[in-house]
């Protein structure tokens, strides 16, 4: 009797042996195994617009970038919505894939937008994400106001006019001493004035010595 004790005590002792051996080397070869899987997910690479950035053109369209092309067949797994800070989506149409890229047209208002997106890896295991980005309102456009003239240049230009405007006096002629202020010759009238004077004196010379010859 005492030896079957001792031997169902040792088989006990192997057995718990072999057990422990039996899980540490599971675990040893679980573990690379189970990390696998999970290092083997593909991941977003890149984004247009990238992550945190201020965009001052207009964006047709949003693109992801991942390191491998997504599982085939599963287009409608595919997600990417664009939503403005009021939560409204303004992407339009559906995810186009084309190589590792997935993309989605938009019509973008100005302010602040978040990415949602869902990608499915080749290994079919669903990854979702998001990328925020702003978009800054374009300046207005506006016509260039006409230049206002300076005083000096407004003054210039009206005294160009006036002198084109106003014909260039003729030199006075010289004035002729024939002539009256109205136009009509001096000398007439000087010769005239000198024949009355004249004239006047025979008259009064008739008359004395006819008074001479009566007396």
Same mark, same amino acid.
């Given at each position: 009797?005492?030896?079957?004790?001792r031997s169902?005590s040792?088989?006990?002792r192997v057995?718990g %042996?072999?057990?422990?051996?039996?899980?540490?080397?599971? *675990?040893?070869?679980a573990?690379?195994?189970g *990390?696998a899987? *999970?290092?083997?997910h593909? *991941?977003?690479i890149?984004?247009n617009?990238?992550?945190g950035?201020t965009?001052?053109?207009?964006v047709?369209?949003?693109?992801?970038?991942?390191s491998?092309?997504?599982l085939?067949?599963?287009?409608?797994g595919?997600?990417?919505e664009?939503?403005?800070?009021?939560?409204q989506?303004?992407?339009?149409g559906?995810?186009r894939?084309e190589g590792t890229?997935?993309?989605k047209?938009v019509?973008l208002?100005?302010?602040?937008h978040?990415v949602l997106w869902?990608y499915?890896?080749?290994?079919?295991?669903?990854?979702d994400?998001?990328?925020?980005?702003?978009v800054?309102?374009a300046?207005?456009? %506006?016509?260039?106001?006409?230049?206002l003239?300076?005083?000096?240049?407004?003054?210039s230009r009206e005294?160009r006019?006036?002198t084109s405007?106003t014909?260039?006096p003729?030199?006075? $002629?010289? $004035?002729d001493?024939t002539a009256?202020?109205?136009?009509?010759?001096? #000398?007439?009238?000087?010769?005239?004035?000198v024949l009355l004077?004249v004239a006047?004196?025979?008259? #009064?010379?008739?008359?004395r010595?006819?008074s001479r010859a009566?007396?």
């Amino acid at each position: 009797m005492p030896r079957t004790g001792r031997s169902s005590s040792s088989s006990r002792r192997v057995g718990g %042996s072999a057990l422990a051996l039996a899980v540490v080397l599971a *675990a040893v070869v679980a573990g690379p195994g189970g *990390a696998a899987p *999970a290092a083997a997910h593909s *991941a977003l690479i890149g984004s247009n617009p990238a992550d945190g950035a201020t965009v001052t053109t207009a964006v047709r369209q949003v693109d992801l970038t991942f390191s491998e092309a997504p599982l085939a067949g599963l287009d409608a797994g595919l997600r990417i919505e664009v939503r403005d800070q009021t939560g409204q989506d303004e992407s339009t149409g559906e995810v186009r894939v084309e190589g590792t890229t997935m993309s989605k047209r938009v019509d973008l208002s100005a302010g602040p937008h978040t990415v949602l997106w869902r990608y499915v890896s080749p290994d079919g295991h669903p990854v979702d994400g998001q990328v925020a980005f702003t978009v800054e309102a374009a300046p207005a456009a %506006s016509s260039a106001p006409t230049p206002l003239s300076s005083p000096s240049a407004t003054a210039s230009r009206e005294a160009r006019s006036d002198t084109s405007a106003t014909a260039t006096p003729t030199p006075a $002629a010289a $004035a002729d001493p024939t002539a009256t202020g109205t136009g009509a010759p001096v #000398l007439p009238w000087v010769l005239g004035g000198v024949l009355l004077v004249v004239a006047g004196g025979v008259v #009064l010379a008739v008359r004395r010595r006819s008074s001479r010859a009566g007396g």
